[in-house]
């Protein structure tokens, strides 16, 4: 069960009249290592892993919604009022002529979002390394998206959810050492 | 705070045909040097934090655009 708070996690502003980085943008949204992908890998994992590291997959893919929701807002905010020529010069042609300005879950190439993006392997540590590794992919793509947009407003959106997926890669190897660490079981030397 | 970027440098053949960069960065932020973060580390602010994206200064890693200068 889930509290929606109707704001977003972090202040969108876009400055720049630039459709083009809708389209790369896309690839956060609808791409392998995207927030979609985040969110679902993480809430599915949960099931198959111990009680003790349950609330970080929860949590994190909670929040990799609410970055989901901030990267919509910026493709949004960003065709919105763009024309047809315009969105065919940035390369989003095809997209128009499927859906008009609607959104959808692709990649900046326009694959569609798929389930073999993501994995379940019921190995706890197979699952969390692979949950690392998501998070320094998704980080490095969005250093690629800075590098892309001059836009300093868009750029400090990216940057903070850049941030956050250090964070989040952070976290997940705590879950590892939680997991290797034994804890719970008495030590006797 | 030490830097968070490596350098490396890519061979540099006698024929490549575009112009070479000398050098290639890439970043190592500081979740690699943490495998548990310690209790009680310093704090941000809670305006600093918002903006950083994190809580604490240890876990802040600065990017800057590669769209002005170029690199």
């Known amino acids: 069960m889930w509290i929606y708070e109707k704001k977003l996690q972090y202040p969108v502003r876009v400055s720049k009249c630039d459709v083009r980085m809708a389209r790369y943008l ?3 949204y609808g791409g392998a290592d995207g927030e979609l992908a985040a969110a679902l890998r993480y809430m599915n994992q949960r099931y198959a892993i111990p009680d ?29 009022d763009a024309s047809v020529q315009e ?14 300005h609607a959104l959808f879950y692709q990649n900046s190439e326009g694959v569609p979002w798929t ?15 692979e949950d690392i590794a998501a998070e320094e992919k998704a980080r490095a793509t969005y250093q690629w998206l ?6 300093v407003d868009l750029q400090d959106s990216l940057k903070f959810l850049r ?3 250090i964070v989040h890669a952070l976290r997940f190897k705590e879950s590892v050492q939680i997991l290797i660490e034994n804890k719970d079981q008495k030590k006797v030397f | ?46 305006p600093e934090a918002l903006r950083a ?8 890693s600065p990017y800057e655009s590669k769209s002005k200068g170029g690199k």
Not at chain 1, 115 to 129: C, E, N, R, T
Not at chain 1, 146 to 151: A, H, Q, S, V, W
Not at chain 2, 22 to 46: A, E, G, H, Y
Request: hydrophobic share 40%; with cysteine.
């Open chain 1, 26 to 28: 896309t690839e956060q």
């Open chain 1, 52 to 80: 003790k590291v349950i609330g970080v997959l929860t949590d994190i893919s909670t929040e990799e919604f609410a970055h989901l929701e901030m990267i919509a807002t910026m493709i949004y905010k960003l065709t919105k």
């Open chain 1, 87 to 100: 969105l065919e010069a940035a390369g989003l042609g095809p997209n128009y002529a499927q859906r008009d």
């Open chain 1, 115 to 129: 389930a073999a993006y993501i994995q379940a392997k019921g190995d706890p540590l197979a699952d969390l390394y």
């Open chain 1, 146 to 151: 800075i590098d892309m947009t001059d836009d």
């Open chain 1, 163 to 165: 941030e956050r997926e």
């Open chain 2, 1 to 46: 705070m030490e830097s968070q970027e490596r350098v490396y440098y890519p061979f540099r053949g006698p024929f490549d045909p575009c112009p070479p960069v000398p050098c290639k960065t890439f970043v190592v932020p500081p979740n690699q040097f943490i495998n548990f973060q310690p209790p009680n580390l310093p704090q941000f602010s809670l």
């Open chain 2, 53 to 60: 994206g994190t809580l604490w200064p240890a876990l802040f």
